[in-house]
């Protein structure tokens, strides 16, 4: 059988299906559409996300659909807009250029038999990543990789691979962290401002350390997953979470444990957090930030894991950079629902290039 690679078979939508746009909205005609991955703190901060791959649009989207989204706009000229709903990441606009949108890659539903929705051209804003980001992970598909890799914008001075591997090893040199050392997770706008207690595996009930490591007992599990849910939840194809004991996530401001499920819909509930929940299944809740819309959680009350918490990596502050390595074991080789991704090529990178994390 034939399948189409035309991007006009394609529909753009978020979680909660709020916003849908035809991909006749794609400027490029067909899949997969070329994209630099952006590293920088903006992306990560405001989404919550390690791999941020855009698309260009022919335009802004209708006035209906924009009446739909927040806007976070940081900068004179950048903008980005959520839905008010779900909290997905729908589009970028650069307001001093005119008609200059794009959209989120991971919102894009390509049509049966399209591989991969995006080809990786380039690394952009690495330097701000401290770590060099997940570049190292993705060079491998990244066509030209090694020539297109920029500590800042596009077209700036570019990092070799030797510099990029330099960036990588410092960060593991960092110090582990001590008994009361907490890492700060963070959106842009500041809004939701979190503090996680170290990872202490001997101490932890059993159901919490399914999703840690007796080998490194003070490190959190993170993985990828590529599910549909979370892709059109945070606007990205690859998410990373960090999976957190409930006991250990405090609000910095109140020191307050964070409440999650129905409980967070109380009034007064999380005080000093500017957090909205959207329920995208009877079992599942996912939080993001009402001011920038950043992802943060995803928890589900299944009895099983009900006493843990993805934390979007996208938002840690490490002192060793991005993949806060000191606090983080990633996991080897695994994607979640690797079946369900619509860029196949990065899902199979991360499975056999993971250790490079």
Known sequence: MTHSTLTSDA???????????????????????????????????????????????????????????????????????????CGSHCFVEHPNKENEWFCTAGIIEPPPGVKDV??????????????????????????????????????????????????????????????????T????????????????????????????????PHKYFACFCSCRSCRLSMGFSMCAWMYVALSAVTATKTGKPVLFGVEALASGANEGLNLKHHQSRDDVWRSFCGGCGASVFYWTNQEYRMNVVDIAVGLLRAQSGSMAREWVRWADGEVSHDDEGTDQTQVECVKKHSRIV
């Open 118 to 183: 995006v080809q990786l051209t380039g690394h952009t804003y690495v330097s701000d990543t401290g770590d060099g980001g997940v570049t190292s992970l993705f060079l491998p598909v990244t066509t030209n990789g090694e020539k297109e890799i920029y500590g800042a914008k596009y077209g700036t001075e570019k990092i070799n691979t030797w510099e990029l591997e330099e960036l990588v090893q410092e960060s593991r040199k960092k110090t582990l962290p001590g008994t009361h050392d907490t890492l």
């Open 185 to 216: 997770a963070k959106c842009h706008c500041g809004g939701v401002d979190l503090q996680i207690k170290r990872a202490d595996y001997g101490n932890e009930p059993e159901g919490v350390k399914t999703f840690m490591s007796k080998d490194d």
């Open 11 to 85: 529909k753009l939508t978020c979680l909660c299906g709020s916003v849908s746009l035809p991909g006749t909205s794609l400027k490029d005609e067909k899949f997969p559409i070329p994209s630099s991955l952006c590293h920088c703190n903006p992306c990560r901060y405001t989404a919550g996300a390690l791999v941020p791959a855009f698309a260009d649009l022919t335009g802004p989207p209708p006035a209906d659909i924009k009446a739909k989204l927040e806007t976070y706009q940081f900068t004179e000229f950048c903008a980005r807009y959520f839905c008010s709903t």
